[in-house]
Nanobody
Framework: QLQLVESGGGLVQPGESLRLSCAASGFTSDYYAIGWFRQAPGKEREGVSCISNGGGTTNYADSVKGRFTISRDNAKNTVYLQMNSLKPEDTAVYYC??????????????????WGQGTQVTVSS
């Protein structure tokens, strides 16, 4: 059974860092593009970052460029989102998603087939 599990969320103060992990099971993740999305209360889900199946292409939302870094370790079937200089507006539930329908590219809109359950990130003083 194909499954994505996010971890690493928590409560941090502004300016601090977190690293989210997206662990894949039931499939070989290196065939899949992976995206990170987030949804804050009362807001629509938005794309944060994504990485292509081979890792050669990454994209970031303007709001996180220079602060967030996406990476993947295909040997561990895991994709990471390193989040630095966190701001209160980064508070949201973060989801990872996967699709095999994109090859060599990735997108920040929800054209993904498989989704995790999400992990809460709260940035507050």
């Amino acid at each position: 059974q194909l499954q994505l599990v996010e971890s690493g969320g928590g409560l941090v103060q502004p300016g601090e860092s977190l690293r989210l992990s997206c662990a894949a099971s039931g499939f070989t993740s290196d065939y899949y593009a992976i995206g990170w999305f987030r949804q804050a209360p009362g807001k629509e889900r938005e794309g944060v970052s994504c990485i292509s199946n081979g890792g050669g292409t990454t994209n970031y939302a303007d709001s996180v460029k220079g602060r967030f870094t996406i990476s993947r370790d295909n040997a561990k079937n895991t994709v990471y989102l390193q989040m630095n200089s966190l701001k209160p507006e980064d508070t949201a539930v973060y989801y990872c998603a996967a699709t095999r329908r994109l090859f060599g590219v990735c997108v920040l809109f929800p054209a993904y087939d498989y989704w995790g359950q999400g992990t809460q990130v709260t940035v507050s003083s």
